[in-house]
């Protein structure tokens, strides 16, 4: 059964960077791979995704700021989040195909 897994949420300052990851049980070569997030008491919207080539799209919202990137030989995908700000609190969601993970949370607050 395909898995993924989120790591590397947590509390931050306004400004900060944290580092999201995303362990895949199986190749992630010829998979698409997207981050999502859901903010408390909202919809769960588009963050981030990497086709299989490499391109990379981004929410509006994000652009500039967040950075998503892979490790094929580690079948891991990562979300590099700078300057962030309150509004980006939320749990983050890695997702591969239909699979989805169970999220890791990522506070920012002073």
């Known amino acids: 059964q395909v898995r993924v897994v989120e790591s590397g949420g947590g509390l931050v300052l306004p400004g900060g960077s944290l580092r999201l990851s995303c362990a895949a049980s199986?190749?992630?070569?010829?998979?698409?791979m997207s981050w999502y997030r859901q903010a408390p008491g909202k919809q769960r919207d588009f963050v981030a995704t990497?086709?299989?080539?490499?391109?990379?799209n981004y929410a509006d919202s994000v652009k500039g700021r967040f950075t998503i990137s892979r490790d094929i030989g580690k079948k891991t995908v990562y979300l590099q989040m700078n300057g962030l700000k309150p509004e980006d609190t939320a749990v983050y969601y890695c997702?591969?195909?239909?699979?989805w993970g169970k999220g890791t949370l990522v506070t920012v607050s002073s």
């Open positions: 997702r591969k195909g239909d699979v």
């Open positions: 199986d190749s992630i070569v010829f998979a698409v």
């Open positions: 990497i086709s299989p080539g490499g391109s990379t």
